[in-house]
């Protein structure tokens, strides 16, 4: 997580007194490090009790999914997705909803655990309790996500695929900042 929060930091534009977006915000590791930046902080995960935690922080924590923001087209400026799109098969509602919901001329930063892990056995899991629970994962290609923010109207601007110090040229993370400009190609604004 340090390498790809690493490589988020360093695409992520100046916060300061923009309204952001921490969609997917868990217990609000962006939320936190944007807030420390002077951004007014929106949150939003579909997991009530993590938004427990992110309420110490962000402002405004709203509960719902990915694919269907509930929120304002145009409603912020900056949108943040750390480590989240992974765990859904439709990439592209999930992209296409954060573009909407960025004013244009915004940005969308998200990061997956990079698209390789599917080769090397990957598995995302945690422990609660002693219990070790695996989370599924969708493994989206490269190309897929060059697609997603296409079709979204999303111009990609950034690009990173950060690796660890001891394992060199074998990425962990799929960074990707993106603008929003163009109308997108599908989808009603809501």
């Known amino acids: 997580m340090e390498v790809e929060q690493a490589a988020v930091l360093e695409l ?3 916060v300061r007194s923009l309204t ?4 997917g915000c868990g217990t609000g590791r962006y939320a936190r490090l944007c807030a420390d930046h002077g951004a007014n902080i ?3 995960d579909r997991s009530a009790p993590m938004l427990w935690y992110a309420r110490a922080i962000a402002p405004l924590v709203v509960c719902g999914g990915l694919c269907e923001l509930p929120l304002r087209s145009a409603s912020v400026d900056v949108a943040v997705c750390g480590l989240a799109l992974g765990d859904l098969e439709d990439l592209a509602a999930a992209i ?3 573009a909407r919901v960025v004013r244009p001329g915004g940005v969308v930063i998200y990061s997956v655990v990079h698209p390789d892990g599917a080769l090397h056995g990957w598995s995302r899991s945690f422990e609660v309790g002693g219990r070790l629970c695996a989370v599924k994962t969708y493994w989206h290609t490269p190309e ?3 697609q997603a923010c296409a079709a979204a109207g999303l111009d990609i601007d950034g690009w990173q695929e950060p690796s660890l110090e001891e394992k060199p040229g074998m990425p962990v993370a799929l960074v990707v900042r993106a603008r929003a ?3 997108p190609l599908y989808g009603v604004p809501k």
């Open 12 to 14: 992520l534009p100046d």
């Open 20 to 23: 952001v977006l921490d969609a």
């Open 42 to 44: 929106v949150g939003l």
């Open 96 to 98: 296409g909803e954060l």
């Open 144 to 146: 897929e996500h060059r």
């Open 181 to 183: 400009g163009r109308a």
